[in-house]
């Protein structure tokens, strides 16, 4: 989305060239310098930000960019780049707050409730009493739920055996100390 956001700057740009008739040229480097820091970053992300850490601020800087052309070119433009402009905004508005969740660090939480699970939204509890066995090694965190479910997920972070052996022994716990109730269908 960068890459396609980078080359929209591009267009409106040379929109406020036409439309300016030799005003100041101030606004369109402004707009070709965002262009060219998404187009930057769109095409190279992988390689120079792989855990997504200006992910965030670029798409701040996109939203404030066509927020801004949007009403600076209210007058002159037509309706038609008004339009797009503003449908960028809320495409840039929504990609900051679904990018926030997507990029950010999963973690699996145990607590006396049950285990919360990373979800695509919103984080899920799976209660103590839906859970049959839980396994963390130093790869993979397994859950085995009643039902025959089971969530499995890669740990991210290095953990000792020291650590290892608590988090196992307090999942047992739990278990052993809460009653199994089957979930409802």
């Known amino acids: 989305m960068h890459v396609v956001a980078g080359l929209y700057l591009i267009a409106v740009s040379t929109t406020w060239i036409q439309k300016s008739a030799g005003a100041s040229l101030l606004p369109v480097v402004l707009l070709l310098a965002v262009a060219l820091i998404s187009l930057t970053y769109g ?44 449908v960028w905004v809320v495409v840039a508005a929504l990609l900051l707050v679904s990018e926030k969740r ?37 790869d993979f965190a397994t859950i085995l739920r009643r039902d025959q479910k089971f969530v499995q997920l890669e740990v991210a972070a290095p953990l000792d055996n020291a650590q290892l052996d608590a988090l196992n022994r307090y999942s047992q716990q739990q278990i052993a100390a809460t009653p199994a109730v089957e979930e409802p269908v």
């Open 102 to 138: 997507l990029f950010g660090q999963a973690a699996l939480r145990l607590v006396d409730t049950g285990i919360t699970v990373p979800g695509a939204l919103a984080d899920h509890l799976i209660p103590w009493s839906l859970i049959e066995s839980v396994v963390v090694r130093a």
């Open 43 to 86: 095409f190279a992300r992988k390689r120079v930000d792989a855990r997504a850490l200006y992910n965030r601020p670029i798409r701040v800087l996109q939203l404030v960019t066509f927020a801004c052309a949007a009403l600076l070119l209210y007058s002159t433009a037509s309706a038609g780049t008004i339009i797009a402009l503003s």
